[in-house]
């Protein structure tokens, strides 16, 4: 009761609470070095024992006055730290994903008077002849709802598929809506033209073993730029497509940039060309699978980002300072500073450019190498709630929490700069056929010169 009486107690109480937290904190998630977790714990224990000293042992009682208020500062402090550090924490947990996201739906023409799938009943439906699981699924939901097999077109390609709806030959297309964007390049009213009538979102995991310590093993991560906004797991063309190259040891990071409009074999059809963008119709997996292949390199990880997660990640930053050798548009030629929007600008803009879609590859790469250089600089202290309010919804990646947290552990230990490189591969344009798309496309026929240097400097950092 004695104990309970003295106001003393509660003050010490007080103070135990966030320091054994922080200390569990700290230790439990080891976001920080080894050392730096050992000087924290011995620098908190001591301070907190002197400030227990002060009330039991200091005989002024302006002494123990000041230890009061000097806990109660401390105590303050230490919250804000636990906050700090599980925000980091919870961030980081929270962006590792390995979802991709599939949404199916049955369309018809909009002045049809179909308005639910019962009404197909007898009617004939058609989709695209590449295998889908997902559009197979809605099938068999479709015969279970209508009591029959329904009868089936299957188009070898998007354009006869989509005329095919336009004359009246098919009722309806049970469509994987990442095709969308193709089709309006086409037929600019389609969506105005058509409804959706049924619609099923389907959700999956994709594959991920792969768990290297990140830290003293080279590695390779795939960036997939996808041409959508909203959400990240939804699968659309892969309009940026860069191999980003790391090497922990020497402190390297190779970009490589790889024109959207690339013609490679793609695994999905079974080893037939079409153009690059296109690979991500069918998932971030696909892509990389298909560049590894092409370019005879492991590429073990991804990166996928959307529009909005470009602009929210510049935004969180504070902006990024990017060169830019050559002024065009809204952009003046030097270092200059960009925000979310005038980043993702930056990045798409091709017609300004001789080169076309080589120079604004460049620019992708100059936009993800002001990224990097702002992340690990130590400005971002200024932005670093802001940073991780965004993380989670900014881009998917299959790297796991503990890669990430080593990655941020071993950046935290040095503090060294990185040396960023940048190489983009070349080739030729041509109009060639498009099996997704049914019809001859402009296409980058690849100069395997090009694709050469580009492997001969990506293993360099193997070495």
């Known amino acids: 009761k004695k104990i309970f009486k003295d106001v003393r107690t509660y003050f010490i109480v007080v103070l135990a609470i966030p320091v054994i937290w922080l200390i569990y904190q700290i230790i439990r998630y080891r976001i920080l070095p080894t050392r730096y977790i050992v000087i924290a714990v011995i620098l908190l224990l001591i301070f907190a024992g002197l400030l227990v000293l002060s009330q039991y042992k200091a005989k002024k009682k302006s002494v123990r006055i000041a230890g009061k208020v000097l806990i109660v500062l401390l105590c303050t402090v230490l919250l804000i730290g636990n906050v700090y550090y599980m925000q980091t924490v919870s961030s980081i947990m929270g962006v590792s994903s390995t979802e991709d996201t599939d949404v199916v ?48 077109k299957r188009y070898p390609g998007i354009l006869t598929w989509v005329n095919a709806l336009y004359s009246g030959e098919v009722s309806c297309l049970v469509m994987n809506e990442s095709y969308r964007a193709i089709i309006e390049e086409d037929y600019e009213t389609f969506s105005d033209d058509t409804r959706v009538i049924y619609s099923k979102n389907y959700v999956t995991e994709i594959d991920n073993t792969t768990n290297t310590d990140l ?11 996808i041409d959508t906004y909203g959400t990240i797991s939804t699968k659309s063309r892969s ?3 860069m191999i980003v190259t790391v090497n922990p040891t020497t402190k390297q990071i190779l970009l490589t940039s790889i024109p959207r409009d690339y013609y490679i074999p793609f695994n999905v059809l079974g080893g037939e060309r079409d153009k690059l963008t296109h690979s991500g119709l069918y998932g971030v997996d696909e892509t990389k699978g ?19 997660s470009l602009i929210e990640i510049v935004d969180a930053i504070g902006g990024i300072e990017v060169d830019n050798p050559t002024a065009f548009g809204q ?37 993800i190498t002001g990224i990097i250089n702002k992340v690990i600089s130590p400005s971002i202290i200024t932005n670093y709630m802001s940073l991780l309010s965004s993380l989670h919804s900014t881009f998917q990646t299959n790297l ?5 947290i080593s990655l941020l552990r071993m950046q935290i230990s040095d503090m060294s700069g990185w040396n960023i490189e940048s190489i983009s591969v070349d080739g ?36």
């Open 239 to 241: 309009d940026v497509n």
């Open 105 to 152: 739906s049955v369309v018809v023409l909009k002045n049809s008077s179909y308005e639910y799938i019962e009404d197909l009943k007898g009617k004939v439906f058609s989709t695209l002849a590449t295998e889908d699981e997902h559009v197979d699924s809605v099938l068999n939901t479709i015969k279970a709802t209508n009591g029959e097999t329904p009868e089936v």
């Open 290 to 308: 298909n560049v590894a292949s092409y370019f005879g390199i492991d590429i073990d990880y991804y990166v996928r980002v959307n529009f909005t």
């Open 331 to 367: 952009f003046e030629a030097g270092t200059i500073h960009l925000n979310g929007e005038q980043a993702l600008a930056f990045s798409r803009e091709r017609h300004a450019f001789a080169e076309g879609d080589r120079e604004r590859g460049r620019n992708q790469m100059r936009v």
């Open 215 to 225: 830290t003293k093993n080279t590695f390779s991560v795939y960036i997939s730029g």
């Open 428 to 463: 030729t344009g041509a109009s060639l056929y498009s099996p997704i798309y049914g019809s001859n496309l402009y296409m980058m026929v690849p100069n395997d010169s090009t694709v050469e240097t580009a492997k001969e400097r990506i293993n360099a950092l193997y070495q």
């Open 400 to 404: 796991t929490d503990d890669q990430m």
